[in-house]
């Protein structure tokens, strides 16, 4: 007994030693002035230790926003894709025809090692971006919105015009989602002879095909390029990580230093949602961008003390997309039997209450959005509000027949609609249950088939092996991209050299099979040469297309619009407060953290 | 020296064969998980604001890093590669070698689960003794009502039980990571401590969770060489209960070191659910995340490591029988 009381006594020192630390006071932690700010990056879980501090790294430790810096910050404007908060340019010029953007950097912007920003840095990371692939420096032949010339005005100016041949009215979008780095730092990344096989890959012919292989794998080293250590031109500058956490320290030198408030970040690990919602029902996080959260989840998380959940515009909807090479839904009807069949509300409040809102009607534009293009055309559009004796009507005109209460095929056979959607997606799969209990209730067998994992959807999805899955649509602001998640790829429709080509359905990743086609008023369109055509044209002329196509959308039903996002926004107000409510500057451009630009912009204050 | 010389040389033999049958199994499943990774980084691009040609351009760069070739190619390349110890690049961590990567995780699997492991060896052992003991009585009862109810509760649910009760209800203890990243690492106190904090609910869920399957072991072994000859022998001869005490534990124990180390040698495997719930950065969490971004080279590495791992601890159980029991040592030298 003896023995045993020892470890017993053994394990209840070494208990009590670890939980003493507790009471340690972390060395620099909240009480440093303007405190300590928690957040995470919601598009990137677990953070890597060994990662270098690359933005272009999929798994670096950059973060956008606190340490590294864009040209401009792009904002989540309904019509306008072109506008921008300042970022490493305090302002910028668009020539009235979209030919051209010259910037003006800020005139005080420095790198955290003290040395000035310089228009040399921004045309090093203009070089760095051609490597990557980006909207405005792209060497692909017939890229829209491309950029022709990179001119340093002088140190503080540089101007950059647009290839005339594929204008793009995104293009200014394009150069201002520029990320900026020390050419001081990053110049060993590239060759000096960068621009000229910039200048040979934007040609024709075999050179030009060798120069864009040559910038492809440049793009691989820049990728993987490790800076010995972090120089950042934003408000944070990386002080370490470890395999839980990364620390960010207040840069001195940042422009607009005087106006930060926090005087740390630490960004936190996670795997998975749960551990997100974790932390901020513990009041742990002062900032989290969206993440999905059951409802009494989201009422735990409101619960916590300082919680307040910012609510937004979120350029994306969710739809019920059909593969039309599948019988029956090659047949109209039948998809407009079901947009009248499927209650939108229930299935709204059943799987995203809190991040979604029932959509109008199926125009493959985000509601809010479509009431800016295009408020004319929405009253014209179908709004397929549930009506059994409608979806029934249709049912019949497509030959369906209905015998002891199921509905079978024209043919005879049973209907089952099989609907797929990826592990994991909790409100896609809470939706598909729902209407499948809609479908049954109705007399339509359904079943909802969960596959392992996105890239196995996407996979499945690609070689048109489901009848029907979910599909993200509407990706805003600009037109092309919104219309393109119809009537792009995954509709048949490609850009070959600069000319759209459309794929018979099931070849070359076409598998929602619409015809080439589609009657819009009495008049034919193609669809996909329209959506194309958005991505050159001005918004004036944008409006009458976009119009067609809403209606396109509107009357073919390629998909079922669902739900449209809301963007929720996380925050806490017992450390800080200024939190923005503007619908413009709660989501900012790809992998952004909106929260990083709102403490630079000084909206961010420490609570008193 | 001899015939553990000699069984080495055989086990190292047919381990190196079956090192390399297993990297050939693991190559071929490896690169044959379905799934289109690149569509993935695609999409994830345009949802998240990126024009479509931008993210088209992204995932080609990416691409460069996917192994290129025909299968069989790929399989004379990562092969020849194994032999140089070069298990790959890692397609999500660009540049960094697969090796680096399974060794900076290795580290935060392999002290916890050890020291996880060696506590609840410990302690299942010496209260397997006293539960085979006092097994009519009420102790030995009690120690093997435990050690059932222990060794039945799923890691997972102990896990989540802990941290409801000292991260939620009594929130003493962190949950979240394996360091507080405030504290400047070094050899310093706070660092140490927080260290220590971050690992007492990690390392009590694996050394509760292993416990129940030690205790319980051991009370068998226990038992059964309670109704040995010898045992009864050295009663009768009037031996000290101390003297018995030990020729019992010594005699019981022998099986439960063959366990503990094909133990050791799953360590690596970590274990995935407590590595997640507390968010703790060991090669159970890599080997997820390699799978969920489809990194084929990072997820082979980490399947060959495991795999290398508790074939290395069976060589080294096998051995270190032959050391520690003279009758198979012996038995062998007969032969």
């Known amino acids: 007994m003896k023995r045993l009381a020892a470890v017993v006594a053994l394990l209840g020192l070494a208990t009590a030693t670890a939980c003493s630390s507790t009471d340690n006071k972390p060395a620099g932690g909240g009480s440093a002035s303007g405190g300590l700010f928690t957040t995470i990056d919601v598009n990137r879980p677990g953070i890597d230790a060994s990662a270098p501090a690359n933005p272009y790294n999929p798994k670096g430790n950059a973060f956008p926003g606190y340490t590294t810096m864009k040209i401009g910050w792009v904002v989540n404007h309904l019509t306008d894709p072109n506008k921008a908060l300042p ?134 080293k820049v990728i993987a390029f490790a800076p010995p250590k972090d120089v950042a031109g934003g408000p944070f500058v990386l002080e370490r990580v470890n395999p839980g956490e990364a620390l960010l320290v207040k840069n001195k030198h940042f422009f607009n230093a005087a106006n930060v408030a926090p005087s740390q970040v630490k960004f936190l690990n996670y795997t998975g949602n749960e551990q997100i919602w974790n932390y901020l029902t513990q009041g742990k996080l002062d900032h989290s961008g969206f993440v999905a959260a059951p409802t009494d989840v989201m009422n735990r998380i409101k619960a916590a003390p300082g919680s307040e959940v910012i609510k937004g515009y979120s350029p994306v909807a969710v739809s019920m997309a059909f593969n039309q090479s599948k019988k029956p ?62 979806a029934e009507e249709e049912f019949k005109t497509a030959g369906l027949t209905k015998k002891d209460g199921k509905w079978t095929l024209a043919d005879g056979t049973p209907w089952k609609v099989s609907m797929h959607a990826p592990a994991g997606f909790s ?160 989501r900012l451009g790809t992998g952004v953290l909106p929260s990083g630009v709102w403490i630079q912009q000084g909206l961010v204050k420490a609570k008193q | 020296m001899t015939v553990i010389a000699r069984r080495l040389a055989g086990h190292l033999a047919r381990g190196f064969v079956m090192i390399l049958v297993v990297a050939t199994i693991s190559f071929f499943i490896v690169n044959n998980i379905p799934g289109d990774p690149v569509a993935a980084r695609y999409e994830k691009l345009v949802e998240g604001g990126m024009s479509p040609e ?3 351009q992204a995932t080609k760069v990416m691409y460069g890093f996917l192994p290129s070739g025909s299968m069989g190619e790929q399989y004379v390349d990562y092969m020849s590669g194994l032999l140089r110890f070069d298990l790959g690049v890692s397609v999500t961590r660009p540049g960094t070698p697969v090796l680096d990567v399974l060794t900076d995780a290795a580290k ?61 209800l009594i929130p003493i203890l962190p949950h979240d990571g394996p360091v507080d990243i405030l504290f400047e690492p070094g050899f310093n106190a706070g660092y140490l401590g927080s260290l220590a904090e971050h690992a007492v609910l990690p390392v009590a869920t694996y050394a509760l969770s292993a416990y129940g399957g030690w205790i319980l072991a051991m009370k068998s072994s226990v038992v059964t060489v309670l109704g040995d000859d010898f045992i009864l022998a050295a009663e ?77 601890a069976n060589i080294v159980a096998d051995l270190f029988y032959t050391v520690i029991d003279p009758r198979v040592r012996s038995g062998e030298e007969a032969s």
């Open chain 1, 87 to 220: 970022g490493m340019a305090a302002s910028w010029e668009i020539e009235p025809d979209n030919s051209a953007i010259t910037l003006k950097l800020q005139p005080n912007a420095k790198w955290s090692d003290g040395k000035p920003v310089t228009a040399e840095d921004v045309k090093l990371s203009i070089a760095l971006a051609y490597t990557q692939g980006s909207t405005a420096f792209a060497v692909t032949p017939g890229a829209a919105g491309a950029a022709a010339e990179v001119t340093v005005v002088d140190d503080k100016t540089i101007k950059i015009t647009q290839d005339p041949a594929n204008p793009s009215p995104k293009f200014a979008r394009g150069v201002l989602d520029t990320t900026v780095l020390p050419s001081h730092v990053w110049s060993s990344a590239v060759p000096a002879t960068i621009w000229d096989t910039i200048k040979t890959a934007r040609g024709d012919g075999p050179e030009a095909e060798k120069a864009r292989e040559e910038i492809t794998a440049l793009g691989q």
């Open chain 1, 329 to 390: 839904y090659d047949n109209v009807h039948v998809r407009r039997g079901l947009a009248y069949l499927i209650d939108r509300e229930q299935v709204t409040k059943v799987a995203s209450p809190e991040g979604g809102t029932p959509a109008t009607t199926t125009s493959g534009i985000h509601q809010k959005a479509a009431a800016a293009w295009i408020p004319d055309t929405l009253p014209k559009l179908e709004p397929y509000k549930a009506d059994l004796a409608k």
């Open chain 1, 427 to 586: 409100d896609w799969l809470s939706a598909q249950e729902n209407i499948k209990s809609q479908l049954i209730k109705a007399g339509i067998d359904a079943e909802v088939v969960t596959t392992a994992d996105y890239p196995v959807y996407l996979e499945e999805l690609a070689a048109g092996k489901y009848d029907v899955g979910f599909w993200l649509i509407a990706l805003g602001p600009a037109p092309y991209d919104i219309f393109q998640r119809l009537y792009g790829a995954s509709n048949g429709w490609a850009n070959v050299g600069g000319k759209i080509k459309h794929s018979p359905a099931g070849k070359s990743g076409n598998w929602m099979g619409s015809p080439e086609e589609i009657e819009v008023d009495g008049a034919k369109i193609n669809p996909g040469e329209l959506t194309a055509k958005l991505n050159s044209v001005g918004p004036d002329e944008a409006k009458p297309i976009m119009s067609q196509l809403a209606m396109a959308a509107n009357q073919d039903l390629p998909v079922i619009q669902l739900w449209d996002y809301i963007n929720n926004q996380f925050v806490n107000n017992s450390r800080f407060t200024g939190w923005p409510h503007d619908d413009e500057v709660l």
């Open chain 2, 54 to 56: 931008a993210a088209m």
């Open chain 2, 108 to 168: 935060w699997t392999v002290l916890p689960v050890l020291l996880g492991t060696l506590l609840s060896f410990l302690v299942g052992v010496i209260l397997g003794v006293y539960a085979a003991i006092k097994r009519t009585g009420k102790l030995g009862d009690a120690l093997a009502i435990s050690g059932s109810l222990l060794h039945g509760i799923p890691q997972y649910v102990l896990a989540m039980l802990l941290v409801v009760i000292f991260a939620t």
């Open chain 2, 236 to 312: 009768l001869r009037g031996m000290k209960r101390s003297i018995i005490f030990r020729y019992i534990a010594r005699n019981a124990i022998l099986p439960l070191f063959t366990i503990l180390a094909l133990s050791l040698g799953l360590l690596l495997g970590g274990a995935v659910f407590i590595e997640k719930i507390f968010n703790y950065p060991g090669l159970g969490l890599l080997l997820i995340d390699s799978i969920t971004l489809r990194d084929y080279a990072l997820m082979g590495g980490a399947f060959l490591l495991i795999t290398v791992s508790v074939i290395v």
